[in-house]
């Protein structure tokens, strides 16, 4: 996760990360990403049901009718051992978590017990009652998944009236004063809605949008050769910090973020560094409290079947169950090896990344798609849009 309006337009400084000790526990939530302890912040797929068909959809998604495996009790107990462990964000996802009944009660019991609590979503199934009982139970965070304007949301989520029902979804939450914010998968079927989503988070005044590149899982992995070339996502991310400046000195900033490419992060240094050489050194120590990648580390996914993956997209690496044993004994386990390596990932990486000079600020960028595109899970990313001359050591 890449602070775009942090980095780019000076919004965070070091020392704002520093105030707090780095501890994940301390941090607000716009600066966590620069923790130094690392503490995961859990993604639960709490349900692989959904009211839409998504074509990139990572989880494969089923009807929105039918069981879960894991029950509300057994939930709590799950979110009893996170909170023990420390981990200070529960990320509520899917399928559509709102087609869960329980989803205000365990979002309810992780805020108790001391957790932010944040959902990811679809947007159309929060009436103005459904947000006012998720703002009633401290609710931190909604974020509504948009693919661009009307006809290409709707196409992409391949139900009619999909965009209508996401807006009103974030209407309902703004007259709750519920933080909501957008969320983009970029391709070539949709990379032309960026400037749409722009002028949405505008004109609705939404306070945050993030950018993600596209990781080859799930259906996503179908679209494979849909995502940009390296050209076309240079020029993608520059547009995203040409548009976020332009909100910045409009005096109407927003949190902008691109997410699940760390070479994002040197870029934007690069760029600084023939704009606003000084600032560029600070975006530099900010890089390097980030750390890049932090799949298996800062960031760990369950399934709705409680199984344990380094992220979201890496289903195919299960680490263990929760049904079974705990989340913090798994995470801990150094005889799972594949997690322990993923703890420190730069020794591991190979090709172009393990010379990289931006390792120890990318992590080594994500393991996903170098095993979707090379069948081995230490491979270069693909992605990797930096070329020779930028990942030169100085």
Known sequence: MIGISKLYCGQVEPSDALRYGRDSGQLPSHLLQFSKDKKP??????????????????????????????????????????????????LFSGGEPLVRKDLVELAHHAVSKGMRAVISTNGTLITPQKAKELKEVGLSYVGISLDGGEEVHDKFRAVPGAFKKALEGIENCQAEGLKVGLRFTINRRNVQ??????????????????????????RGSELIKEDLDHAETREVVDLIM?????????????????????????????????????????????????????????????????????????????FGNVLERPFSDIWVDP??????????????????CATCRFL??????????????????????????????EIAAE
């Not at 809605?193 to 799930?218: A, K, M, Q």
């Open 193 to 218: 809605e960026v400037p749409v989503l722009f002028d949405l988070v505008e004109e609705l005044e939404v306070p945050r949008i993030c950018f993600y590149h596209l990781v080859y899982s799930g």
């Open 242 to 318: 040409d548009r976020t400046r332009a909100l910045f000195d409009k005096g109407k900033p927003k949190e902008v973020l691109t997410v699940d490419n760390h070479a994002d992060g040197p870029y934007v240094y690069y760029r600084l560094l023939k704009e606003d050489p000084k600032r560029a050194e600070e975006v530099m120590e900010l890089l390097q409290f980030n750390e890049g990648n932090s799949s298996g580390r800062g960031i760990g996914c369950i399934s709705w079947d409680g199984s344990v993956h380094a992220d979201q997209f890496m289903r195919n690496h299960t």
């Open 335 to 352: 005889e799972i090896e594949l997690l322990h390596k993923f703890k420190d990932k730069k020794p591991h990486v190979k090709g172009r």
């Open 41 to 90: 912040v859990v993604v639960w797929n709490m349900t692989r049901r959904c009211n839409l068909k998504c074509v990139h959809c990572y989880a494969k998604a089923l009807e929105e009718t039918g069981t879960d495996d894991i029950d509300t009790t057994k939930a709590k107990e799950l979110i009893d051992d996170l909170a023990a462990f420390g981990s200070p964000v529960m």
């Open 360 to 389: 120890p600020i990318c992590g080594g960028n994500f393991r996903a798609r170098a095993e979707a595109w090379y069948g081995d899970i230490w491979a270069q990313d693909p992605a990797c849009y930096l070329t020779e001359e």
